[in-house]
């Protein structure tokens, strides 16, 4: 724990401007970030006495070893650099509402040349219409059932509209009228995507003004007694208001808006958004999340509206929004979210009339939600607890394993090893710290060797992250130069480490790191890690950095032996401090070092669980790392060795010979003959051709006949 007056920023240093600060701790990594209208009144809140502080706010400045700061000229952007810089760095001690990428929304491709709707969950996709949140997927397609009598808008995949198209005959929603059929030509794009228009026009809540319109052609189509014409037209009509149903008018003046509601208590809070389109209820969604900060129904709400409207643009932005109590800085956000609709948005508490009775029942929502959500989670709370304890208590550790990293190896008969790390925290996977390896150092089946030269590998990185974030906070770390602000950047960045010396200031986003930037092995997320100190290191940016950060256990899949080699790795590089157990599959018994009979764990016991589960997800990962190398080993040609042939060019070469072994045959007058392939680069395919040697036939286990080669693929 770290005393906030070693890094107290010196009186005087801190401007009196609005800005973004940030908390580091002593591993440079990020942990709070804020803003402020003074950020010389905010900051100097935190260094007070800290018996005065709120729990939380006391447990993150103990937490934190430096504080830094970046001025911008105007609330807007500090509300903008805190979305961003949260998002970026994910803090651990603000609120972070959990992600609500599984809602389902109705989708409508607008981007394709024939439109295509669907459901769609996930990151939104640019050129995509989207409606909702829809409670249930089920919804969605009921509604689209309906209004697909009306609007035959395509909703087959690309794979079925290829074939369809290739075959020169619809599909059966073609047959019976639910799709126009445009993959066979019986409506022109133009005419498909008037289609789709229309019924992106009914879905955004202009449904009044169409079925008028049909109402009026119905009448017309009586009237000339064409009276299968007027049928039709009716059922389209009562097929429209049948969807129209699955909605309820809440809201009489055909208001668009998004209202939200909040239910917390000390520890938790729910957050609860109706979207109201048009009047009507067109989708719902919550969140729940932790309150790891001090932060009040105006903060959540803040929170709320930036996670909402972060990445949202134009009409996505409603023109009103509903909230139990304005943020601090209420003009500011609504000018945030004006910028991002593109004209004015009105922030506001409904106080009287069918909004606040709307907002009532938003609210009863964000209650039952929070009620649910505990309900659920203290159990889990409990088991993953106890789990803990039960690792703890049986492996005679000082205190509950928070994160747990597991190795495995995988190989197909020595060929392609791999290893796999896999990380735990708390109890639960956490797969951005997910790792995988290639076994560099020598050839062939040796899962001992391949596990102490893993271990080794990944505690020597942290040992050198350690080295230098050390280097850079420590007292004696020579004194970082002092730049000037980019052209046009209003920012200036202020930081002050550990020992209280004041960093580098410059402009927004240097953060006065020292170091060149990161390879491209630490860029990659999720990749293998290359030969030990292979490329710089990485820039002291606050970005969860790889191999960064101890476990206080090491489990590996496998028993004496590969604990043995674990645990000597450690040794060697001097680590001394991290725990290492072994769970060997047949038993599933856990070993420690330099034991000679393992530990027994009641089969039900939760902390053997725990174990098992992380020793599975690390032997699954590897697994499908190692297919994944075996199958691009296998997919392998000839031609890929050759220099300066892209992919096109490959394909028009076997395309034009029918094969790997024709291409062979074939001179190299007849290889330039094949468009866009020059005499050099002809050359370069026959001699490449000419060293790799063809494969053994294949033949057919069934009839003994040698099968052809015909395909691009390995020889």
Known sequence: MADPSSYRPRPGEIPDSPGVYKFRDDHRRVIYVGKAKSLRQRLASYFQDVANLHPRTATMVTTAASVEWTVVSTEVEALQLEYSWIKEFDPRFNVKYRDDKSYPYLAVTLNEEFPRVQVMRGAKKKGVRYFGPYGHAWAIRETVDLMLRVFPVRTCSAGVLRNHQQKGRPCLLGYIGKCSAPC????????????????????????????????????????????????????????????????????????????????????????????????????????????????????????????????????????????????????????????????????????????????????????????????????????????????????????????????????????????????????????????????????????????????????????????????????????????????????????????????????????????????????????????????????????????AYPPQLVVVDGGQPQVAAARRALDELGIDDVAVCGLAKRLEEVWLPGESDPVILPRSSEGLYLLQRVRDTAHDFAIRYQRSKRTKRIRTSPLDAVHGLGETRKQALIKHFGSVKRLRQATIEQICDVPGMGRKTAEAVVAALAQAAPAAPAVNTATGEIIEENDGGST
């Open 184 to 547: 066979v030509g019986r409506v022109t794009p133009e005419e498909h995507r008037e289609l789709a228009e229309e019924f992106c026009d009914f879905m955004a809540g202009r449904a009044g003004p169409y079925i008028r319109r049909l109402e009026k052609r119905m009448t017309e189509a009586a009237e000339e007694m064409e009276y299968e014409r007027a049928a039709r037209l009716r059922d389209d009509i009562e097929a429209l208001r049948r969807a129209l149903e699955k909605s309820a008018v809440v809201l009489a003046d055909a208001t668009d808006a998004d209202l939200i509601a909040v239910a917390e208590d000390e520890l938790e809070a729910a957050v609860q958004i109706f979207h109201v389109r048009g009047g009507r209820v067109r989708g719902q969604r919550g969140w729940v999340t932790d309150k790891v900060e001090a932060v009040d129904t105006a903060g959540l709400v803040e929170h709320a509206l930036q996670q909402l409207y972060g990445e949202e643009r134009g009409e996505a932005v409603p023109k009103e929004v509903l909230v139990p109590a304005l943020p601090e800085e209420a003009a500011a956000v609504s000018q945030w979210l004006g910028e991002r609709r593109g004209s004015l948005v009105s922030l506001r508490i409904p106080r009287r009339g069918d909004k606040k009775d709307l907002m009532e029942t938003v609210q009863r929502n964000a209650q039952q939600a929070l009620v649910l959500h505990k309900t659920k989670r203290a159990s889990d709370l409990t088991t993953r607890s106890r789990a803990l304890e039960e690792i703890a208590e049986a492996l005679g550790l000082d205190s509950a394993p928070l994160r747990i990293e597991c190795f495995d190896i995988s190989h197909l008969q020595g060929e392609d090893v791999v290893a796999s790390m896999v990380v735990f925290e708390d109890g639960l996977p956490r797969k951005s710290e997910y790792r995988r390896f290639q076994i560099k150092t020598f050839a062939g089946q040796d899962d001992v060797r391949s596990m102490h030269e893993v271990v080794s590998r990944r505690f020597r990185r942290y040992l050198a992250e350690k080295d230098r974030t050390g280097e850079w906070i420590g007292a004696d770390a020579p004194e970082a130069a002092v730049g000037a602000p980019a052209p046009g950047t209003p920012a200036a960045v202020g930081v002050v480490g550990a020992s209280g010396a004041p960093g580098a200031v410059g402009h927004a986003g240097t953060a006065g790191a020292a170091g060149s930037s990161a390879s491209a092995v630490d860029r990659a997320p999720g990749g293998d890690l290359g030969s030990d100190g292979e490329g710089p290191a990485a820039q002291d940016d606050g970005r969860p950095k790889r191999f």
